[in-house]
């Protein structure tokens, strides 16, 4: 299984508040994403990385940023976290942008948001 | 813009063969990729294509048609653990080669 590790697993949080969530690989890979998934929909992409300190916007970006100061570390912010962002939240890496691009998943973060 | 169906939901019998369907709609298509989930799980690769026709991977098998913008996976002698959501997903060059992904489809298998 590829290295990666999200943190928190699981947080609950009121309306407001800032919500830091990190993902560390392992892997070396170059690419990092940021995804949130939610009933009814697939998997959102909202930001993504493809070297350290190279950041780009997904489709679903407004709310959150992102940091990659480290190759194996990407954290994701929610300055003023809304109940709309209550989600499944999913780290993905890959080595590559072409060719398959398989992407390699953390086990996910669970994210309430009252 | 970009655009992804596949049937919400779909119940096969165990050890019977079974198809999910997945039509795209993007620009600059790049690729059709499948991936599947478990409940309470994290996503992971089935398989990936890029050009007209079967890939095949032991009991699953992945097909595309680039000229109808339409691709299935299918899986063969069902059991109990193919249980999950299945999602397509396409990398086109309207999203920047980032992956696209259909709602996915719940596979119930009934023994």
């Known amino acids: 299984d590829a290295g990666i590790t999200q943190s928190p697993r699981h947080k609950v949080t009121e309306t407001g508040t800032p919500v830091t969530l990190r993902c560390h690989q392992t892997?070396?890979?170059?690419?990092m994403y940021w995804y949130r998934q939610d009933p009814g929909h697939g998997l959102r992409l909202i930001h993504y990385?493809?070297?350290?300190?190279?950041?780009d916007k997904g489709e679903v970006s407004d709310g959150y940023s992102v940091s990659r100061s480290k190759t194996e570390d990407f954290l994701l912010t929610l300055e003023s976290a809304t109940s709309s962002q209550t989600s499944v939240y999913f780290c993905?890496?890959?080595?590559?942008?072409?060719?398959?691009?398989?992407?390699?998943f953390g086990e996910g973060s669970r994210l309430t948001v009252l | 813009g970009q655009s992804l169906e596949q049937p919400s939901e779909v119940t096969a019998v165990e050890g019977a063969i079974v198809q999910i369907n997945c039509t795209y709609q993007t620009s600059g298509f790049y690729g059709l990729s499948w991936y599947q989930q478990h409940d309470g799980g994290a996503p992971t690769f089935l398989s990936y294509n890029a050009l007209d026709g079967l890939e095949e991977t032991g009991r699953f098998s992945s097909f595309l048609s680039r000229s109808d913008s339409y691709g299935y996976l299918l899986l063969q002698e069902l059991q109990m653990k193919d249980s999950a959501s299945y999602f397509c997903a396409v990398r086109a060059m309207d999203s920047n080669y980032q992956l696209i992904w259909g709602a996915g489809t719940k596979l119930i298998i009934k023994p």
């Open positions: 892997e070396n890979h170059r690419y």
């Open positions: 990385s493809y070297g350290v300190k190279d950041t």
């Open positions: 993905a890496i890959s080595s590559q942008l072409g060719g398959t691009g398989e992407l390699f």
